[in-house]
């Protein structure tokens, strides 16, 4: 079901409702409080005419004489003793005397109906004038409010008919003015061509607050689409292009070992060495193609309280031999634990470390500072540095300061990106301090949680 039928549906029926509520208690009210006010009348009239009877006792008028001269419009006066005999009967309808009603010395008032025809009932002991208590009934016909609440139980259904009708109607009209605006920015959304070029929707100033919402909504989504494709084509032709330049050169090689390999042994020996360390550069390019994929897919790992002095130790340690090169590690007294995934966390201190060693010849300085309010850890390097205006970039995929140097390194651009990606997803922030010629220093700094010792 649409969303205007739903809401035009949902309203009417709702009014509906309400509407028949309100009209079911107008038209039970109207009726109580007129039946008791033509009650009231009468139990008053029966009391006129107790007082007339008692008065004209006290004269020596018969009461049945009394009684003659209260004569209704429509209706019916009995008085009865306690023996159910009637003493006197008075009706303006000869039908009017087949109502009855028991002997009773209380005072009350009720409806009773004969047949069709519907009464209000007034009973009321009277003093007789041989001392006995009789009761005097009177009743009187009604059909003339029966019918007045038939007129507005009519009323009441008609204007409810139309009032649902005229409630239809604004809906309708109502709704298409609210989901008028929402199916032209659902037209505008569904332009395969806007989409194909993450084209933005404007918003106009006559739009509401949520349709502005919406429509930001959508805009971030296509800027998010947009810079995620533009990504995924700048990864394409960045990977193609690293993997050109090794093929290249195998091709180059095999075509060359083809012809002259069986004659020429240094040609064999050179095209031997080279495509090897081409494969090789091949298989490292494919594995950082790999780790890269895994980092940005593994968002969500389960992280812990890490000591990070033992970790660090533990790495450098393993590292040193790996490379055949000293690194100096420096705490102070105290003994950090970082929140983080440790698995990761190792990763990302073999990324610089590895950066460290390729680009500089001497020892590695690795240092860890507790703060006030953060740990710091230092990676230091004196080698070739990065030059101040490309430090913003140099986190970027495939991005290599030193082209050339970085080939013969053996870097593909991907490292510091993985390790940019690692450090968001365990709240570390990145500093990177370089002079040209002087060395660089890589700065993990992390937040200092309470349960740290």
């Known amino acids: 079901m649409k969303l205007g039928t739903k809401i035009q549906l949902y309203t009417t029926v709702m009014i509906a409702i309400v509407v028949i509520l309100i009209n079911l208690l107008i038209y039970f009210s109207y009726k109580h409080y007129s039946l008791e006010a033509e009650m009231n009348q009468l139990e008053s009239r029966s009391i006129n005419i107790i007082t007339e009877i008692q008065t004209a006792n006290e004269n020596g008028i018969s009461g049945e004489t009394v009684l003659q001269y209260f004569s209704l419009s429509d209706g019916y006066i009995a008085l009865k003793d306690e023996n159910e005999n009637y003493l006197v009967r008075i009706a303006t309808n000869q039908s009017f005397l087949e109502l009855e009603e028991p002997y009773n010395t209380k005072q009350y008032t009720d409806v009773t109906s004969l047949g069709e025809q519907s009464f209000v009932f007034s009973s009321q002991p009277v003093i007789w004038m041989d001392g006995a208590v009789h009761s005097l009934q009177i009743f009187e016909n009604i059909d003339f409010l029966y019918e007045t609440y038939n007129i507005l139980k009519w009323i009441l259904i008609i204007s409810t008919i139309i009032i649902v009708a005229i409630v239809f109607i604004l809906n309708r009209v109502i709704t298409n003015s609210i989901i008028g605006p929402i199916k032209a920015l659902i037209q505008r959304m569904n332009d395969k061509e806007g989409v194909r070029n993450y084209t933005l929707i404007s918003s106009h100033e006559s739009d509401t607050e949520e349709l502005k919402l919406l429509t930001d ?26 993997l050109k330049t090794p093929l290249t050169v195998i091709t180059s090689y095999a075509k060359m070992l083809d012809r002259f390999g069986r004659t020429r042994a240094d040609l064999l020996d050179e095209g031997i060495s080279a495509i090897s360390e081409e494969s090789l550069r091949m298989k490292y390019l494919t594995e950082q ?16 309280y890490v000591a990070l002095i033992p970790l660090v130790e533990n790495v450098t340690h393993r590292l040193s031999k790996v490379f055949k090169r000293e690194i100096n590690l420096k705490t102070d007294d105290t003994h950090p634990h970082v929140f983080a995934h440790p698995q990761s966390l190792e990763q990302l201190l073999r990324i610089f470390l590895d950066n460290a060693y390729k680009y500089s010849e001497e020892d590695i300085d690795v240092s860890i500072t507790t703060g006030k309010d953060r740990i710091t850890l230092d990676i230091k390097d004196y080698g070739i540095g990065i030059p101040e205006e490309e430090l913003s970039q140099i986190f970027n995929r495939f991005y290599r300061v030193d082209k050339a140097r970085t080939r013969k390194t053996g870097g593909s651009g991907l490292g510091l990106s993985i390790a940019k990606t690692i450090a968001d997803q365990n709240d570390i922030k990145l500093v990177v301090d370089s002079k040209l010629n002087q060395g660089s220093t890589f ?7 309470a349960d740290n010792d």
């Open 289 to 304: 193609f790999l780790s890269f994929t895994e980092v940005t897919q593994n968002k969500e790992e389960s992280k812990e």
């Open 217 to 242: 909504s959508y805009n971030d989504m296509m800027l998010t689409l947009k810079a995620h494709d533009e990504n995924q084509q700048a990864f394409i032709m960045n990977a193609s292009h690293e």
């Open 443 to 449: 700065s993990l700094i992390f937040k200092k949680e």
